[in-house]
């Protein structure tokens, strides 16, 4: 596709850098709105994002290393930390991130679950928004297929194999990602207790990984033909569900 937007001499703007940063732009937008609409100030909102971005792009990076490319430790060091080449894997991101939101609440005593659910919409729309930045530079890219929407890439700059009709499995995990979302927002007045709608959105995501991760050209099996990441998907599938099993026990036991 387009890995490359912009060259000019020995600068280049790469679309995935693009892409994330104008998903990170309209979460933060999304998350604002909804932080006003539950009674926080904008102010926590702009206070827990940098710290949030940082230890997510950290832990994402590094999952994404440690995964798929650990000769980077001693082949290329400082490579480990070009997250503009490609290479999040956003399960690492995910729970770094989640590290730090609890560490922020903690310090700024806040209601921990009732952020979470102000984000919870914001980051899977994020997350979809990304996807179409891994589209455009070939990473996390599908297996072979000869189905008519097939893609095939022929940049030399792309992560994906060249000339090679594949699944466009960022798309699909675009498109659900989208749904996920729609259903979140749907359901943001309507929850029973803080936390449902983070649970939700981490239960709804585990389910999507699941499902796009067999489309997936990339994946490493580990056990029983599951992937690494299907495996940290029924993981957080599972969590989730007995986390919001927890939950629903204890609101109910203090009723």
């Keep these: 596709m387009f890995p490359i937007l912009l060259q000019l001499g020995g600068f280049k703007l790469h679309s995935y ?10 979460a ?3 998350a604002g709105r909804e932080a006003r609409r539950k009674g926080f100030p904008q102010s926590v909102v702009e206070d827990l994002t940098l710290p949030v971005l940082l230890a997510g792009f950290a832990g994402g990076r590094l999952a994404y290393v440690l995964g798929w490319e650990p000769e980077l430790f001693w082949q290329d060091p400082l490579g480990v930390f070009a997250v503009w080449r490609g ?16 560490w922020f609440c903690r310090r700024r005593r806040l209601k921990t679950w009732a952020l979470a659910d102000v984000f919870a919409p914001a980051i899977i729309l994020g997350q979809g928004i990304g996807r ?24 030399p700059g792309s992560l994906a194999p060249l000339g090679v009709p594949l699944h466009p499995a960022q798309l699909y995990e675009f498109g659900l990602d989208l749904f996920l979302f729609a259903a ?5 007045k309507r929850t029973k207790f803080d936390g449902q709608l983070f649970l939700t959105y981490a239960a709804g995501y585990g389910l999507i990984r699941l499902f796009t991760e067999l489309f997936r050209g990339d994946r490493v099996e ?12 029924l993981l957080l ?5 007995v986390t919001w099993g927890w939950r629903l026990k ?3 036991a203090l009723a």
């Design 17 to 26: 850098g693009v892409v994330v940063a104008f998903a990170l732009l309209l």
């Design 28 to 30: 933060i937008w999304i």
């Design 87 to 102: 290479g999040l894997a956003l399960h690492g991101g995910l729970l770094a991130g989640f590290a730090a939101a609890l």
């Design 132 to 155: 179409l930045g891994c589209f455009l530079s070939g990473d996390a890219y599908g297996r072979p297929t000869d189905l008519p929407w097939a893609v095939v890439f022929s940049s």
């Design 184 to 188: 979140l927002w749907a359901l943001r």
């Design 222 to 233: 580990v056990v029983f033909g599951l992937s690494l990441l299907q495996g940290a998907s």
């Design 237 to 241: 599938l599972v969590v989730a569900l």
């Design 250 to 252: 204890t609101l109910k």
